[in-house]
């Protein structure tokens, strides 16, 4: 990747265009594009915290990495980030940990998501939790002390007090306070070949059909061997995992709408059986449907 935009570390960088194009096949043109100001205060020297919320919806940003790591919390929708080998996926009551200088962008369609992000400096002799992107379920305690800070914004410092110590208190127990039990294991490499693209896009708006590997090769003229081959070779994964991902995922999003059952979500994303989705969204994500569901909405 190259970058542009020298001042500070923290810089927006081209990507290739394709890692755009699969995002934005999925979502809504209109965006709340956050606001890039912030990013220069981020890297100040002193700035060992910093805060920027985001409380609308519908919201992108451009692709960039900064010298501090992020906190990213998502409270009402889903959100969708994209670093430069996955696509993540960030639901509501959980939060994303990005180490510094990961380039990402964020998307979320989600007319209801409040979005909390934390910059936090690297600190010596860090746990090695803070050197992995991933995303975890949040424990009460973690929910409460990310919501306490919905009117902060900006920098915080050492001379800011009960702010710059709460600060670094839930920066400490992150290790240990995130939901270990109810992680949230859905990403998967996003397709950049041209091809792949156009699958994966036929896919998505075509979740509630059976889509076997034999069908949709046929579909795009080439053979299951073919088909199979660029799965694995390109993204490191075959089609069924990818296909079940995007189901996964596309289920949690109704989840959140509020309306429709279980069973129509079931088979709105493809499955000819509440059982069949449960069993499979069990494997996936670790708990039956309605248990997560439940988890959604804070129960």
Not at 15 to 43: Q, R
Not at 146 to 174: Q, V
Not at 209 to 221: D, H, Q, V
Request: net charge positive; hydrophobic share 35%; charged share 25%.
């Amino acid at each position: 990747m190259q970058s542009y935009g020298v001042e500070y570390q923290t810089r927006f960088v081209k990507t290739e265009k394709d890692l755009f194009i699969y995002a934005k096949l999925k979502f809504s043109p209109y965006l709340y594009c956050m606001n890039d100001s912030h990013f220069g205060a981020v890297e100040e020297e002193d700035a060992e915290f910093y805060i920027y919320n985001v409380l609308a919806g519908n919201i992108t940003t451009d692709v960039h990495y900064h010298g501090s790591a992020q906190l990213v919390y998502a409270e009402g929708g889903i959100v969708h980030v994209f670093t430069d080998s996955k696509h993540w996926y960030l639901p509501a009551r959980c939060f994303m940990w990005i180490p510094a200088g990961t380039p990402h962008y964020i998307f979320s369609s989600s007319p209801k998501v409040d979005l909390y992000n934390f910059y936090f400096k690297k600190e010596e002799n860090e746990d090695g939790f803070f050197d992995e992107i991933n995303v975890y379920s949040v424990s009460h305690l973690l929910r409460e002390m990310i919501l306490y800070t919905k009117d902060w914004d900006g920098k915080i410092t050492k001379n800011d007090g009960s702010k710059y110590y709460f600060l670094k208190a839930l920066k400490s127990i992150l290790p240990e306070k995130r939901d270990k039990n109810l992680a949230f294991p859905v990403q998967h490499p996003f397709p950049k070949d041209e091809t792949l693209l156009k699958i994966a896009k036929y896919v998505h708006a075509n979740l509630e059909k059976p889509l076997t590997i034999e069908s949709t090769a046929k579909k795009f003229g080439m053979s299951t061997r073919t088909l199979s081959r660029k799965f694995k070779e390109i993204l490191g994964m075959n089609y069924v995992r990818f296909l079940r991902a995007l189901r996964i995922t596309r289920s949690l999003e109704l989840m959140l709408e509020g309306k429709y059952n279980m069973y129509e979500i079931a088979m709105m994303v493809g499955y000819n059986s509440l059982s069949s989705f449960s069993n499979i969204f069990k494997k996936v994500i670790g708990v039956a449907p309605s248990e997560y569901q439940q988890k959604l909405k804070g129960k």
